[in-house]
């Protein structure tokens, strides 16, 4: 099973960008679907978006279409939420998710990361 780690988050301002990244150790990544989801206090966890394991089918929630881009590079075993003109509805922890041979949509995770705070101010 896959060990994941996530990192890249922080403060920003509106319209600002960010990425995320996520390290999996394990040797199932590049079979694995990855995805994103985020989650703020009192609310349930929420699906961002997916990048199946042939590194082209991609999936998003329609909050962040045209706003975010998930990608991944199997040589490194990391996925990345890039993150562009970021809102204030945005700010939530993100969690990486794994699934192996998943498909699409929805996504299914069977492991998580701990999570990396996203926070932006208007």
């Known amino acids: 099973q896959l060990q994941l780690v996530e990192s890249g988050g922080g403060l920003v301002q509106a319209g600002d960008s960010l990425r995320l990244s996520c390290v999996a150790s394990g040797r199932t990544f590049s079979a694995s679907t990855m995805g994103w989801f985020r989650q703020v206090p009192g609310k349930d966890r929420e699906f961002v978006a997916s990048?199946?394991?042939?590194?082209?089918?991609?999936h998003y929630a329609d909050s962040v279409q045209g706003r975010f881009a998930v990608s991944r590079d199997n040589v490194k075993n990391t996925v990345y939420l890039q993150m562009n003109k970021l809102k204030p509805e945005d700010t939530a922890l993100y969690y990486c998710?794994?699934?192996?041979?998943?498909?699409?949509?929805?996504?299914?995770?069977?492991?998580w990361g701990q999570g990396t705070q996203v926070t932006v101010s208007s």
């Open positions: 998710a794994a699934e192996l041979w998943g498909q699409l949509p929805p996504m299914k995770p069977e492991t």
């Open positions: 990048i199946k394991w042939d590194k082209i089918t991609t």
